[in-house]
């Protein structure tokens, strides 16, 4: 009888850092020694390492809590408007033309401030069951909502104050070693949070929690403690950069942390993390900030040329700098996300380095990474609940009981409010129908948007496309001389281009959805401003400004003129955009309701397997779904274009919070599944209405536009909420359920 022969799978993967850090102090070595070459006046001083190392140090910082935020499967996006929010505050706080606090109850208060943020965060995550990206989303625009409206755009300094707190202050500056302190403050931070992660009760929890929640539960494991316990230290991670920064600049500007949630994850991800939680290295995630600065600094640094200056006939060379236009660094931050997300189940999950290190020693591959990660998989279709209760009611109670009553009800008071408000403009014709054309734009992007949420997935970038879109149509009619025709053709390529990029990763690539978009939200933003070279563009041909204007003034342009009366006025206030807007809203309506392909929409979306064992091919229907929605956001932006009759860089910013929220309202569901275009249209009726009462001038009195920005954030939280607690859960019909038995029981005791 032979011997038992059993197979060994090789040592436990390096907890603190193993290969793939090697590799990337490797990359480093040799980004640096390409950047000093290109520019050697300064990637050749140590000035310019020491200035990599400081810069490194609050993205590092940041990257050591978003660590056990990605290790536990979650995603923090807020990050970036933390940090921003927290200078801000400490600067108002500080500041002697503001509070003129001192430092340290500042300090106290904005670490009391972060930790708020961090908890919401978290509460919002497990406790309300708020999908992660769209909490975190949510929380970062009403964060940089909060910025804009306590800077009011303007830069906040204390410099002089400075001086009497030398002691803060100086963690900003460099000490009596030569370097400055943020470094030494930062590998502290790394070293406690990689012994953490790696070595301590805290690191397995995390890792268990984000390989497999469910079989941590039963493990023992406080799940639900663990992963607020991580956006804790992401938001305290941020908060603590923040007063470094303050302490090195004294004094805040309003773009604070814009992006730097972006180059975090980034940072993260490229470290060796798994978007899919489960796996993360601290010393990893650090590495990776320091690839991410030094491709930033070496693109925002450009690389010194010569230029030949002709001044009274003589040909003088000049030293100059070639720079990137505005934009271009945003997008290869975006690519550098979307690749770094990619490199993690193609390079690492498969271990490609590792088998060809094996393969050139002559030994057998290491065992491959488990894929997978869930144990138990329930089967669930959301919604459910909610539409037998609109089946089985009569009446009255029939049309309560639709998921898109709520936002058919809310329009309704929204515009009875208005005109009890201020009757002299809500009932002028002219004022109505303009607040229709800012409802068109929005309405647009609705539609497009509603079959991807009802198919399961999200898109964050429709705001980002709206402006390439926009941009590319106004770069062929101001830059190129293009006939409208063809700008617009164009720009709806453009924008197409990026729903296919979108879907193809979604898709293709099986990325999540949220983080594909996120990516191209921030390359359609680069690639908007890139175009135009960061400036606003104004000037064609009036036969495109066409698209944006009034049937009457169409009309008019062709030499035609309509008699007075009923269809003359309502010529004169109707534009081209609200009835193509309808056209393609009732198109659209009528195909997701009524045809097979909307039904296999929501079949994708409520439960993509059973979809699949159903014959339906999801993937070609959630690649549609994506078309869909990047054609609605660029005919949007077409449309803005012409409207405007110019094209601004920040065309389109916070459009993708309001789409998201207006679906929601409609009825749509987080989760996927469900979704009517009534509800939509009704649910970006609502959102243009509350911004429409937020502007309105009573008695002297309109609110700023950056407030408005967190009233909408809050409203789309609270949308969310009410999908995940009234329509799925049914909380009141469970609460009605439990009275009822309740009632009973009282009775018989008192018999």
């Known amino acids: 009888m032979e011997p038992a022969t059993t197979t060994s799978l090789g040592r436990a993967p390096p907890q603190l850092v193993g290969g793939w850090e090697a590799g990337l102090l490797m990359f480093l070595a040799l980004l640096y020694f390409g950047g000093a070459l290109v520019n050697p006046t300064f990637f050749g001083s140590t000035e310019a390492l020491h200035a990599l190392l400081r810069d490194t140090s609050r993205v590092g910082i940041i990257a050591v809590g978003m660590t056990f935020v990605i290790a536990n499967r979650d995603l923090d996006l807020s990050v970036g408007s933390t940090y921003g929010l927290v200078a801000v505050v400490f600067a108002r706080l500080v500041a002697p033309s503001f509070l003129d606090f001192g430092v340290i109850q500042s300090a106290i208060l904005c670490v009391l401030l972060g930790t708020v943020i961090g908890l919401v965060n978290g509460v919002l995550v497990t406790v309300l069951k708020v999908p992660a990206f769209i909490a975190t989303l949510t929380i970062l625009f009403i964060g940089r909502g909060f910025v804009l409206a306590l800077t009011h755009g303007q830069a906040i300094y204390y410099s002089e104050k400075a001086k009497d707190y030398p002691l803060f202050f100086h963690l900003g500056e460099t000490n009596g070693l030569g370097f400055n302190n943020q470094i030494a403050i930062f590998f502290f931070i790394a070293i406690v949070g990689a012994y953490m992660l790696a070595k301590t009760r805290w690191g397995y929890e995390t890792f268990a929690t984000g390989g497999n929640e469910q079989a941590a539960a039963y493990a023992g494991i406080r799940t639900r403690w663990v992963r607020i316990r991580a956006y804790l230290l992401s938001s305290l991670c941020a908060t603590l950069a923040a007063l470094l920064s303050a302490a090195q600049d004294k004094g805040v500007t309003p773009l604070y942390g814009v992006s730097w949630e972006l180059t975090v994850i980034a940072s993260v991800v490229i470290g060796g993390a798994s978007i899919l939680g489960g796996r993360g290295r601290v010393i990893g995630s650090c590495l990776g900030a320091a690839v991410v600065v030094l491709i930033d600094k070496v693109l925002r640094e450009g690389w010194p040329i010569t230029r030949i200056v002709v001044i009274d006939g003589e040909s003088i060379a000049v030293g100059a700098k070639f720079t990137l236009p505005a934009g271009a660094v945003l997008v ?63 009446g009255l109670g029939k049309f309560l009981a639709r998921r898109d009553a709520l936002a058919i009800i809310l ?42 949420i009802a198919a399961g997935d999200i898109d964050l970038s429709v705001g980002a496309v709206l402006a390439l879109a926009g941009s590319t149509a106004a770069y062929f009619l101001k830059v190129l001389g293009a006939d409208p025709l063809t700008a617009v053709t164009m720009g709806l390529l453009a924008g197409m281009t990026a729903g296919a990029v979108n879907a193809a990763v979604t898709v293709g690539f099986k990325l999540p959805a949220f983080i594909a978009t996120l990516g191209m939200f921030y390359i359609a933003r680069g690639l908007a401003a890139w175009l135009v070279a960061g400036q606003q ?34 010529a004169e206030v109707v534009s081209i955009q609200t009835i193509w807007m309808f056209f393609v809203a009732v198109i659209a309506g009528i195909v997701l309701a009524y045809t097979p392909f909307g039904l296999k929409v929501c079949a994708a979306g409520g439960n993509v397997r059973a979809a699949a064992y159903a014959g339906i091919n999801t993937n070609r229907v959630r690649f549609i779904s994506l078309m869909l929605s990047a054609l609605c956001a660029s005919m949007a932006g077409i449309i803005n274009v012409a409207y405007f009759r110019s094209f601004n860089p920040v065309a389109g910013q916070f459009r993708e919070l309001d789409a998201i929220a207006s679906v929601i309202i409609g009825g749509g569901s987080i989760f996927g599944g469900y979704g009517t275009m009534i509800g939509a249209l009704a649910g970006a009726a609502s959102i ?3 911004r429409a009462l937020l502007q309105l001038n009573v008695q002297g009195f309109s609110m700023p536009q950056h407030w408005i920005n967190v009233f909408i954030g809050i409203i789309l939280i609270v949308a969310v909420l009410i999908d995940i607690w009234v329509r799925q859960t049914n909380i009141f019909g469970r609460l009605r359920t439990r009275l009822a038995r309740r009632a009973p029981t009282r009775d018989s005791s008192h018999g």
């Open 332 to 394: 290869f931050l975006g690519l550098l996300l979307v690749i770094a997300v990619l490199i993690e189940p193609f390079l690492i999950r498969r271990q490609i380095a590792a088998r060809l290190w094996a393969w050139l020693r002559g030994r057998p591959p290491p065992p491959a990474y488990e894929i997978g990660g869930v144990a138990i998989e329930g089967v669930q279709t959301k919604g459910a609940m909610v539409t037998d209760t609109a089946l089985s009611a009569t």
């Open 537 to 570: 563009l104004t000037g064609w041909p009036e036969g495109y400004n066409l698209l944006g204007r009034k049937v009457n003034d169409v009309l008019l342009h062709f030499g035609l003129s309509l008699p007075s009366g009923i269809i003359r006025t309502v």
């Open 688 to 690: 243009t209405l509350v």
């Open 411 to 452: 329009t309704a008071v929204l515009w009875l409010t208005g005109l009890a408000l201020r009757p002299d403009y809500w009932w002028n014709l002219p004022n109505t129908f303009a607040i229709l054309l800012n409802y068109t734009e929005l309405a647009l992007i609705t539609v497009g948007l509603t079959y991807v």
